[in-house]
């Protein structure tokens, strides 16, 4: 049940229905209709805008902000290649296809780690203005409960997703308050958060100093290694 570790040789993609619609898309002949070129570019196109997200609910939190000056999309991060296929193929794709979720027996994470050289916080806006997600930022342990408590309000009423960010994870819990009262019950909060509409979002610039209780199944079950 430990965290599932995500490396270039190692990828599992859970949609292979979009792997044969993609694949079967290269054997159409090369005369395309204008209309279909129009509608590829303009879909290109949108995802290189900053896209409108529902922040209903959230508006009394720390919300994280997608300017013009972002890579406001996934495909766009530079040097990342193993990051943008799980973030589109398993997290993103599912997001926007609900009903391919269920039916191709897809599990979202309940909690992910980016670990790496600092460009963690790219990476997330890039993947909050494409998946619409808005994104909360957890400044410090103690306002999860409160926060957890609006969020899955608001999953309830819209059915809408929340990514619940903790920058700088290490250092929410310092060397030795790994096993506190405070952590197990952080722990404890975080377990089964994605039944209520949350997606956890860790970054960290050094995985080993974040203690390994966290990366379990139903807790962090997703580390992925920016590069």
């Known amino acids: 049940n430990k965290a599932v570790e995500t490396t270039q040789e190692e990828q599992k993609n859970y949609f292979d229905v979009f792997e044969e619609v993609d694949s079967t898309s290269e054997e159409t002949p090369a005369v395309q209709s ?7 570019k303009t879909e290109e196109n949108n995802t290189r805008k ?6 209903k609910g959230l508006e009394d939190f720390n919300l994280l902000k997608v300017t013009d000056s972002d890579i406001l999309c996934v495909d766009d991060l530079i040097g990342q290649s193993v990051i943008k296929n799980e973030l589109k193929t398993n997290i993103i794709a599912p997001i926007q296809h609900t009903d391919n979720l269920k ?18 916080l790219t990476i997330v806006k890039a993947f909050s203005n494409e998946a619409q997600l808005p994104v909360v930022v957890l400044n410090n342990p103690q306002e999860l409960n409160q926060i957890l408590t609006a969020v899955e309000a608001r999953f309830k009423k819209t059915g809408l997703k929340t990514v619940i960010l903790a920058q700088g994870f290490d250092k929410f819990f310092p060397d030795g308050a790994s096993n506190s009262v405070e952590a197990n ?12 509409g949350a997606l956890f979002v860790a970054t960290t610039l050094d995985k080993s100093r974040i203690c390994s209780d966290f ?3 139903g807790i962090i079950d997703k580390i992925l290694k920016s590069s």
Do not use: C
């Open 185 to 196: 019950a952080f722990r404890n909060t975080l377990k089964g958060i994605k039944n209520k």
């Open 34 to 40: 204008e209309e279909v070129n129009t509608v590829a």
């Open 215 to 217: 990366m379990q199944s």
């Open 103 to 120: 039916a191709n027996n897809v599990d979202l994470p309940n909690g992910i780690l980016i670990a790496g050289n600092g460009s963690a």
């Open 50 to 55: 900053i896209k409108e997200i529902d922040i």
